[in-house]
């Protein structure tokens, strides 16, 4: 379906630029166009859906941009009621990624290395016949022979990390070759609704027409009516390190105080902090020594490294640790937002579960704990 009416929009395409053509009328608008809501339009479209993203700023420049990427299934960290989602999503990384490397023509650097994690102390309870050395594949120092302790308790986990930057890029290009209209740089402030349900969005600049939208706007969720979800950010600063020896460490390193995460191409990721510091995105010198000298009292040869660049991003937290997905009181109006420390983790199965609750079809996966409803 047509609109009569010619508007101008910015729309993604060959070039980038300004255009008047008839707005359509879209079948779902995706409010947010980090890996989340570009993931959610790729599945949607492969139920040949028409979809709209309508991102406020650049598309995936806000958490997916700034994030570590590591693909944690399992920790102590991760809330119980979340494991088997971060499981599914997990078994999926693989040809997820591989499908966004051929749509986009773009390579996605996963690496299946695992990670090497060093406990707090107070985790330590060894018994009679057991130590966390029998938790290695080898000792300490065949596997990472830069690393300051070779004595220190440590186990292995067989997981993977990817590049957030790259996954996103290649996740908006593989949109794009699916024939997902993107827009950017207009906030949406609301959702227009007639006879109370959804007929589409307004942003600052315009209005957008569609009979679905789903809120997957992060941290920016909370602001935009008819729902206040309540989405919080939560900042994490971090920095890219350039050692002399592209092939310093090979596993994901995670320490109480500090993560230290290897990309392909010989960069290596330091994190993080987590901040309640409002929507502030500004990274504090002081701060980004200390996570520097984290990392260089693990791995000492990272003394001589240059910073390559720090930054921060905000994460969209939730009052419970808990994302927020399925659809809200209003009918057509959806939302899947709040996943705090793992957006990129949980991108595939979010997206799964997602195209499934607005198509009306069983998700395969219980998502009632994370029900709108529940604030």
């Given at each position: 379906?047509?609109?009569?009416?010619?508007?101008?929009?910015?729309?993604?395409?060959?070039?980038?630029?300004?255009?008047?053509?008839?707005?359509?009328?879209?079948?779902?608008?995706?409010?947010?166009?980090?890996?989340?809501?570009?993931?959610?339009?790729?599945?949607?479209?492969?139920?040949?859906?028409?979809?709209?993203?309508?991102?406020?700023?650049?598309?995936?420049?806000?958490?997916?941009?700034?994030?570590?990427?590591?693909?944690?299934?399992?920790?102590?960290?991760?809330?119980?009621?979340?494991?088997?989602?971060?499981?599914?999503?997990?078994?999926?990384?693989?040809?997820?990624?591989?499908?966004?490397?051929?749509?986009?023509?773009?390579?996605?650097?996963?690496?299946?290395?695992?990670?090497?994690?060093?406990?707090?102390?107070?985790?330590?309870?060894?018994?009679?016949?057991?130590?966390?050395?029998?938790?290695?594949?080898?000792?300490?120092?065949?596997?990472?022979?830069?690393?300051?302790?070779?004595?220190?308790?440590?186990?292995?986990?067989?997981?993977?990390?990817?590049?957030?930057?790259?996954?996103?890029?290649?996740?908006?290009?593989?949109?794009?070759?699916?024939?997902?209209?993107?827009?950017?740089?207009?906030?949406?402030t609301s959702v227009s609704l007639a006879n109370?349900?959804?007929?589409?969005?307004?942003?600052?600049?315009?209005?957008?027409?569609?009979?679905?939208?789903?809120?997957?706007?992060?941290?920016?969720?909370?602001?935009?009516?008819?729902?206040?979800?309540?989405?919080?950010?939560?900042?994490?600063?971090?920095?890219?390190?350039?050692?002399?020896?592209?092939?310093?460490?090979?596993?994901?390193?995670?320490?109480?105080e500090v993560y230290v995460i290897p990309r392909?191409?010989?960069?290596?990721?330091?994190?993080?902090?987590?901040?309640e510091a409002g929507f502030d995105k500004r990274?504090?010198?002081?701060?980004?020594?200390?996570?520097?000298?984290?990392?260089?009292?693990?791995?000492?040869?990272?003394?001589?490294?240059?910073?390559?660049?720090?930054?921060?991003?905000?994460?969209?937290?939730?009052?419970?640790?808990?994302?927020?997905?399925?659809?809200?009181?209003?009918?057509?109006?959806?939302?899947?937002?709040?996943?705090?420390?793992?957006?990129?983790?949980?991108?595939?199965?979010?997206?799964?579960?997602?195209?499934?609750?607005?198509?009306?079809?069983?998700?395969?996966?219980?998502?009632?704990?994370?029900?709108?409803?529940?604030?």
């Open positions: 379906m047509v609109l009569e009416t010619t508007r101008s929009v910015r729309c993604f395409g060959a070039d980038e630029v300004f255009y008047n053509a008839k707005v359509k009328s879209w079948d779902v608008i995706i409010i947010g166009g980090g890996i989340i809501g570009l993931s959610l339009a790729i599945e949607l479209r492969k139920k040949g859906a028409a979809v709209f993203v309508v991102e406020r700023g650049e598309p995936g420049r806000e958490a997916s941009y700034a994030a570590g990427g590591m693909l944690v299934d399992y920790s102590a960290e991760t809330p119980e009621l979340l494991q088997p989602l971060a499981i599914a999503s997990a078994r999926m990384y693989p040809e997820f990624v591989h499908e966004v490397q051929v749509e986009s023509g773009m390579f996605v650097d996963l690496r299946d290395q695992g990670a090497i994690v060093f406990p707090p102390p107070e985790h330590l309870h060894e018994r009679p016949g057991f130590s966390l050395k029998s938790l290695l594949p080898a000792p300490l120092a065949e596997l990472e022979p830069a690393l300051a302790d070779q004595n220190r308790a440590a186990f292995y986990l067989k997981e993977r990390c990817v590049e957030p930057r790259a996954l996103t890029s290649a996740a908006l290009h593989a949109a794009k070759r699916r024939g997902v209209d993107i827009s950017s740089g207009d906030a949406v109370g349900r959804v007929t589409g969005v307004v942003t600052k600049k315009t209005s957008f027409p569609a009979s679905k939208v789903v809120n997957c706007a992060g941290a920016w969720s909370g602001q935009i009516a008819p729902h206040p979800f309540p989405t919080r950010p939560v900042k994490g600063q971090m920095l890219y390190l350039v050692p002399h020896s592209r092939d310093l460490i090979k596993h994901v390193i995670r320490s109480p392909s191409d010989g960069r290596i990721l330091v994190g993080t902090t987590m901040e990274t504090d010198p002081e701060t980004i020594q200390r996570l520097r000298r984290a990392a260089v009292a693990l791995i000492p040869e990272l003394k001589n490294a240059r910073i390559l660049e720090d930054w921060a991003g905000l994460r969209p937290g939730t009052p419970d640790g808990l994302p927020i997905l399925g659809e809200t009181a209003t009918p057509g109006y959806y939302v899947a937002t709040g996943h705090f420390r793992d957006g990129i983790l949980l991108a595939p199965v979010t997206a799964k579960i997602m195209a499934c609750v607005l198509a009306g079809e069983n998700p395969g996966l219980g998502i009632d704990a994370f029900s709108p409803a529940r604030f």
